[in-house]
């Protein structure tokens, strides 16, 4: 194999075709198929599947056993936990070919998908929110909110490094980690 900018295990398959930025990492058994573009510093575990069109930003970190579907686009710094679904036919029949129907699913800058997750197709996962473990995904999730159940319903929110944020009555709330402040207002978070 030539010299590449990226690392990929001898076990995986890399198709000709794809765009792979440099200080990727792609591991054992994983599948990285044509017209997909994976960008720098991504980690792809083991027995991962990128279907051909789908783009994954930098800094992407996909845990093991996790398909990524065509139709399927996640910005910068997303986390995919370990065996989390994608799909991307809403009313799947195998002897019906609906390749031509493939749903457009966007996963925002620095979301977190949960370990088992399923995200139905069509749909957006805004930024930097929370998708618990388990958590069955059925409308579009705002920036900044927290996830769970089936079907998925939003308990709270989440700040950028990961941890609950207990707004006030005046709507502030401070990251315990960062010290970053956030504020809510008609149902929006941003950070201040």
Same mark, same amino acid.
């Not at 900018?5 to 792979?20: K, L, Q, S």
């Not at 027995?47 to 800094?59: A, Q």
């Not at 929110?157 to 980690?177: I, Q, Y």
């Given at each position: ?11 995986? $398959? %890399? ?7 440099? +200080?990727?990492?792609?591991? =054992?058994?994983? =599948? ?6 994976? +960008? ?14 789908? #783009? ?14 065509? &139709? ?14 994608? /799909? @991307?036919?809403?009313?799947? *029949?195998?002897?019906?070919? *609906? ?6 699913? *966007?996963?925002?800058? !620095?979301?977190?998908?949960?370990? @088992?997750?399923?995200?139905?197709? +069509? ?7 929370? %998708? !618990?473990?388990? /958590?069955?995904?059925?409308?579009? #999730? ?5 996830? $769970? ?5 939003? %308990? +709270?929110?989440?700040?950028?490094? !990961? =941890? *609950? ?8 709330? $401070?990251?315990?980690?960062? &010290? ?8 929006? $978070?941003?950070?201040?």
């Amino acid at each position: 194999m030539k010299d590449t900018p990226y690392f990929a295990h001898e076990t995986a $398959v %890399i198709d000709p075709g794809c765009e792979i930025g440099e +200080g990727t990492k792609i591991w =054992h058994f994983t =599948h990285i198929m044509p017209k997909c573009r994976i +960008g720098q510093r991504c980690n792809i575990g083991q027995n991962v599947v990128v279907s051909p069109e789908v #783009v994954l930003g930098n800094n992407v970190k996909v845990q093991n056993n996790v398909s990524i579907y065509t &139709g399927v686009t996640c910005e910068d710094d997303v986390f995919l936990g370990p065996s989390m679904v994608f /799909t @991307n036919v809403t009313n799947p *029949r195998s002897a019906v070919n *609906r390749r031509d129907q493939y749903e457009q699913t *966007r996963v925002k800058q !620095g979301a977190t998908i949960g370990a @088992n997750a399923t995200i139905v197709c +069509g749909h957006t996962i805004g930024r930097f929110a929370f %998708i !618990g473990a388990g /958590t069955v995904v059925v409308k579009d #999730v705002p920036d900044y909110a927290l996830v $769970v159940g089936n079907p998925g319903r939003q %308990i +709270g929110w989440m700040s950028e490094h !990961g =941890h *609950r944020l207990n707004f006030d009555t005046a709507g502030k709330a $401070v990251c315990p980690e960062s &010290g970053a402040e956030y504020s809510l207002k008609n149902g929006i $978070v941003s950070k201040a």
